[in-house]
Nanobody, 127 residues
Framework: QVQLGESGGGLVQAGASLRLSCAAS????????MGWFRQAPGKEREFVAG????????FYADAVKGRFTISRDNAMKTVALQMDGLKPEDTAVYYC????????????????????WGQGTQVTVSS
């Protein structure tokens, strides 16, 4: 079983950048697809970005493509989400997730596929 812990959230103005980090402990990290989901008040939890365990193939939601970058460091067992050009609509709680059953080059956009979830970190973007 993998435990996930996020850090790096905060309050910023529109246009600013933030970098979220997720540290994994326990279990197998190398063959686990990793990603980030977010949930804004009154909205469904949604996929933001993911990185497969095969050659670090990445996937993004259309809303963040070109602004957010996900990366993983298997040696350190960490996943990062670099968020640039933040907008007020990016305000949400961000969750680090892991899918140990994912195929090598695949990342699911469905939250039901993820077995591992962090506690979440708040990101607030003011206009």
């Amino acid at each position: 079983q993998v435990q996930l812990g996020e850090s790096g959230g905060g309050l910023v103005q529109a246009g600013a950048s933030l970098r979220l980090s997720c540290a994994a402990s326990g279990g197998t990290f190398i063959r686990t697809a990793m990603g980030w989901f977010r949930q804004a008040p009154g909205k469904e939890r949604e996929f933001v970005a993911g990185v497969a365990w095969g050659e670090d193939t990445t996937f993004y939601a259309d809303a963040v493509k070109g602004r957010f970058t996900i990366s993983r460091d298997n040696a350190m067992k960490t996943v990062a989400l670099q968020m640039d050009g933040l907008k007020p609509e990016d305000t949400a709680v961000y969750y680090c997730v892991g899918d140990p059953g994912a195929p090598r080059y695949y990342v699911s956009r469905r939250r039901e596929e993820y077995d591992y979830w962090g506690q979440g970190t708040q990101v607030t973007v003011s206009s």
